[in-house]
Nanobody
Framework: QVQLVESGGGLVQDGDSLRLSCTPSGRTFSRAAMGWFRQAPGKEREFVAA????????YYTDSVKGRFTISRDNAKNTIYLQMNSLKPEDTAVYYC?????????????????????WGQGTQVTVSS
């Protein structure tokens, strides 16, 4: 069994920053990519960012480009989502996801269907 443990969520003000972390534990697996998704109240889960593990290539949804940065630390077996210039519309539960599916294009990892493993989620609330 693979567990994804997220941390770093919280309540911040408009314009503040937060850094989310996600560390897999349990059974080892071939890691093709990892990503972050979010779900706001009353809305569907949406893609935020992804990183292709071997190449380190990154992908972002348009609304966070220039504000959020996804990165990985191989030594710590951890991914991060640095979120700057947060806005109230970023308020959501953020989910870490991991994929052992090796896709032909990194853009496939913008879809939740490419991920096998999911974390429990961490709440991010941005007040205006």
């Amino acid at each position: 069994q693979v567990q994804l443990v997220e941390s770093g969520g919280g309540l911040v003000q408009d314009g503040d920053s937060l850094r989310l972390s996600c560390t897999p534990s349990g059974r080892t697996f071939s890691r093709a990519a990892m990503g972050w998704f979010r779900q706001a109240p009353g809305k569907e889960r949406e893609f935020v960012a992804a990183i292709r593990w071997s190449a380190g290539s990154t992908y972002y949804t348009d609304s966070v480009k220039g504000r959020f940065t996804i990165s990985r630390d191989n030594a710590k077996n951890t991914i991060y989502l640095q979120m700057n210039s947060l806005k109230p519309e970023d308020t959501a539960v953020y989910y870490c996801a991991a994929s052992s599916i090796f896709a032909s294009s990194g853009y496939h990892y913008m879809s939740s269907s490419e991920y096998n493993y999911w974390g429990q989620g961490t709440q991010v609330t941005v007040s205006s």
